[in-house]
């Protein structure tokens, strides 16, 4: 349990410093703002929950006496709790013995599936969004009023060209809260990614590495979406928070269409060059992401990982 105080404390400390370097001002702090959850996910999975929640709590604690009570809800909000849960759900297991009734059989571990982690990276990316409206407003008239205020302020285009900034600005506050929320649910993965790859080449992982292009999504997930789209065409704060959920749950599946993409091209001889263009098109152009999520959505519906596979039978003996 010491241990398990030690490490929880080191990695709330580094966790603390990377989310504070955002108040210096700097381009730079940006990256490492976005890297604050990292060091509480490597606690998590190398050492414990125990060690993660450590981490979570002397983070905040440590922010809140230097920084004020908002950067310890902020912190504790945005980092320390998503990084805890995600970095537990992670390496979850349930064992499973095989072997019959009346013989002694080898015990192997059933762990968390991937898939289902990348819907709750989104749902905390939708959350933390969805918790941070009320600093703008109450309601979606207050709320826009607010946001926009705040971007003049950024900005600083009250009195240049004051229709073209108006045109711009009222686009920033329609597309910032998805916008966030997208950018929130990739923090997270992007963090559990590189904290799993930290922890394995340092030998300390105990799962399994996951085969992700195999990943899935929960049946519900897609009822879900739906509704989230039917919510983001009402008017009012439903229609915000509709939009903030359905743009995190739209990047899962895009995210699912990476995987079925990289499934279905195993054994294509093409197969480097369409992955190279699809990712270089996702980065440099954004748009091609809309039809990873279309793909899918497909793969929800139809299952195409299944029907290709079948199609092409077994791999020839080696």
């Known amino acids: 349990m010491m241990q398990f105080a030690i490490v929880g404390i080191g990695a709330g400390a580094a966790a603390a410093l990377l989310f504070a370097s955002v108040t210096s001002g700097v381009w730079l702090s940006i990256p490492l703002f976005y890297l604050a959850p990292l060091p509480i996910m ?21 922010l809140g006496a230097v920084f004020g009570t908002v950067f310890l809800l902020a912190f504790a909000a945005g980092a320390g709790l998503p990084a805890w849960w995600l970095g537990y759900l992670a390496m979850l297991a349930r064992p499973i013995t095989s072997g019959s009734a009346n013989t002694q059989g080898a015990t192997s571990f059933e762990w968390y599936p991937p898939g289902r982690l990348v819907i709750w990276a989104a749902a905390l990316g939708a959350v933390v969004v969805i918790v941070a409206i009320p600093n703008f407003g109450v309601d979606a008239d207050s ?4 946001l926009r205020d705040a971007l003049n302020a950024i900005l600083r285009v009250k009195n240049r060209a004051p229709d073209g900034n108006d045109r711009l600005i009222e686009i920033l506050v329609n597309t910032i809260p998805p916008a966030a929320a997208v950018l ?9 990614w590189l904290a799993a790859r930290i922890v394995k080449f340092s030998g300390r992982l105990s799962r399994p590495w996951p085969q992700l292009s195999s990943i899935s999504f929960p049946p519900l997930t897609s009822a879900a979406l739906a509704a989230a789209i039917g919510l983001s065409f009402l008017n009012g704060m439903l229609g915000i928070v509709g939009g903030i959920v359905a743009a995190s749950l739209l990047l899962a599946y895009g995210l699912l269409g990476f995987a079925v993409l990289h499934a279905i091209t195993q054994g294509i001889s093409a197969r480097p060059l369409v992955l190279s263009i699809t990712y270089a098109g996702v980065i440099l152009l954004g748009w091609p992401m809309l039809a990873l999520c279309v793909l899918g959505l497909v793969e929800t519906t139809l299952g195409l990982r299944a029907r290709i596979s079948a199609k092409r039978g077994p791999p020839p003996p080696s």
């Not at 490597?42 to 440590?62: D, F």
């Open 143 to 146: 709320f826009h009023t607010g």
């Open 42 to 62: 490597i606690a998590g999975l190398g050492w414990s929950p125990w060690a993660a929640a450590a981490a979570a709590l002397a983070g905040a604690l440590g």
């Open 184 to 192: 929130a649910t990739v923090t997270n993965l992007l963090n559990l």
